[in-house]
Nanobody, 126 residues
Framework: QVQLLESGGGLVQPGDSLRLSCADS????????AAWFRQAPGKERRLVAA????????YYPDSVKGRFTISRDNVKNTVYLQMNTLKPEDTAVYFC???????????????????WGQGTQVTVSS
């Protein structure tokens, strides 16, 4: 079982950067593929970045490609999301997720993730 806790959200101005962290209180996150999703008010939850178990493969949708970077420290059982050049449309609650899989595959679909954090709010506004 994985218990995820996100941190690092906040209020920033357009063009600023933020780094989100996702830690696992039970120190098992290093065994699983992970991802970050976001959900804006009235909209569906969407993937922003995914990473496989080893950290060797990543995926980004076009909306964040070149601005966001997902990484993981498997010693610290933590997954990060570095967000640069933030835009107002990046405003959302950001969720960390992990998939109950022991493979090195990269997972990107909402239904492929079994464990979720509570989310952290990111607001980009001038």
């Amino acid at each position: 079982q994985v218990q995820l806790l996100e941190s690092g959200g906040g209020l920033v101005q357009p063009g600023d950067s933020l780094r989100l962290s996702c830690a696992d209180s039970r120190s098992t996150l290093n065994r699983y593929p992970a991802a970050w999703f976001r959900q804006a008010p009235g909209k569906e939850r969407r993937l922003v970045a995914a990473i496989n178990r080893s950290g060797g493969s990543t995926y980004y949708p076009d909306s964040v490609k070149g601005r966001f970077t997902i990484s993981r420290d498997n010693v610290k059982n933590t997954v990060y999301l570095q967000m640069n050049t933030l835009k107002p449309e990046d405003t959302a609650v950001y969720f960390c997720a992990a998939s109950n899989s022991s493979t090195l595959f990269l997972y990107t679909k909402l239904y492929e993730f079994d464990w979720w954090g509570q989310g952290t709010q990111v607001t980009v506004s001038s």
